[in-house]
């Protein structure tokens, strides 16, 4: 059996009559940016996340980079982020000429409140928590300490669209909830897009002011911009494509539970949610000592499986001016160095998944 680590067709083919409807619709209609789909699709995201307002973007890193800007966060400002994100989430600090402030994650490859007051100074200005893998960070104690230190709270949830704790969805406990629509992500585009929600018209404004040249009339220009914007084919093809997120994450729950309840070697550390949090699994990545030859393993009987990430963000030559050495942050580096992602994607088969089941029980 030939089992790869990710397939994307299979979900365009779910509804693929209704995405080629729409993106006719979008060529024909001469609308290209900034147009009726891009204002739909803010309105349906915001209403999915339970209120506020979205502003489309161009990719997730520009959510994050300009989430930082419009919070006024960069120069002498420490932002606190977990040693295991990607990288993509750091550059979103460093971008603003701010200093991330690494600290390490608990067991379930997120942030806690206790390692992060540890690491408040003067200087920090705010929390950036990663909803990694699609597994919801407990966010109670977390916005408890942004209240007590004053704190702005940014949610990077590029890879956790739909994630929820108690209710409420990940991106909006705090001030900037970032989004990414990356082919692989749980809300995947067709090409990159990206978003932001917040809780707050003004701040709404400023996003779509800086996504378009600074521009705040046209031809009047107050800021230094960027070109960030989602067009509308990437708008309208996101639009069908939200309609069916519930259906997806719950084929996704039950997959990952399938996977949870019959691997079971002692060489391998399942993934666990933490209590009272609905993950939307993004990816179902596990851990293991002898990682390298677990992936060497699976790929001799065909199957497909991915690192997500081999390299702490603070190990790459990007930031090798922070001067943080192999051995600052062990745990990051520990999972670093044993997180393997299983094969996990929409439409992937029963067959499938007891094959990668059998050999993942087989591995000693
Ligand atoms: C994908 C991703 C990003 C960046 O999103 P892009 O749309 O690729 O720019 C940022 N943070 C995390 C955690 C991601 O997974």
Known sequence: MNIPSNRLDLLFRAHQKEYEKKALEVLRSGCYILGPELAAFETELAAFLGGGECVGLACGLDSLRLAFRVLGIGRGDEVIVQGNTYIATVMGISMNDATPVFIEPDDR?????????????????AILVTHLYGMMTPMDE???????YGLK???????????SEKGKKAGTFGDVGCFSFYPTKNLGAFGDGGAVWVNNAALAAEFRVLRNYGCVDKYH???VGLNSRLDELQAGLLRVRLKYLAEYDAKKQAMASYYTE?????LITLPRPHPGTHPVWHQYVIRCEKRDFLAEFLKEKGIGTAVHYPVPPYLSEAYAYL?????????SEQLADTVLSLPFYYGMTRE???????QMNRFH
Not at 156 to 161: E, F, G, S
Not at 262 to 266: A, E, G, L, M, S
Not at 323 to 331: C, H
């Open 109 to 125: 490859f997120a942030m806690t409140a206790r390692e992060i007051e540890r690491h408040i100074t003067p200087k920090t200005k």
């Open 142 to 148: 977390i916005t408890a300490l942004c209240e007590k």
């Open 153 to 163: 709270l940014v949610e990077d949830c590029a890879q956790a669209l739909g994630a």
């Open 221 to 223: 220009n107050d800021v």
């Open 262 to 266: 019959h691997i079971r070697n002692p």
């Open 323 to 331: 001067n943080l050495k192999k051995g600052a942050f062990p745990y």
């Open 352 to 358: 499938e998944q007891d094959f990668v089941v059998l």
